[in-house]
């Protein structure tokens, strides 16, 4: 995919937030890589691969009156392994949308088990309007 179509994909991700939580995200920058750098990987003990996103910085909940003057926080997005794992266009809008929302869930101080299990809660939920509706035969 080429780079501007998979950036408007983060940006179409980023305009799906809802507002109120929009409107809150405050010092940060988002921005795309092709795929993790060898010192980020080999810091984080990952393979480049498996990394889809990452957040860097203070989190949004953890920011005090002492906050300022500092750098922006970072989410990273990594566009090769989300390709590399997505494969079809709707995929990788789907894996996008994922990605974007689960570290900006890091930014406002949510887990990976807390954005794990808000993430099973909304596939559950998904399903269930995905669901056919059946009349009762009465």
């Not at 997005?77 to 894996?95: C, H, S, Y």
């Amino acid at each position: 995919m080429e780079a501007e179509r998979f950036s408007e994909l983060v940006d179409e991700a980023i305009a799906s937030i809802p507002e109120d939580f929009r409107s809150r995200l405050e010092n940060i920058a988002i921005q795309i890589q092709p795929i993790a750098s060898p010192r980020l990987y080999s810091k984080l003990s990952r393979n480049p691969w498996g990394l889809l996103g990452l957040y860097q910085g203070v989190p949004y909940a953890g920011r005090g009156p002492w906050y300022g003057g500092v750098l922006p926080d970072r989410i990273l997005i990594f566009q090769k392994p989300i390709e590399r794992l997505a494969r079809t266009a709707e995929g990788i809008r789907k894996l996008v949308r994922e990605v974007v929302i689960h570290e900006i869930g890091h930014y406002f101080g949510l887990s990976d088990d807390e954005l794990r299990r808000l993430e099973a809660e909304a596939d559950k939920a998904d399903r269930a309007r995905q669901r056919p509706q059946h009349e009762n035969p009465e």
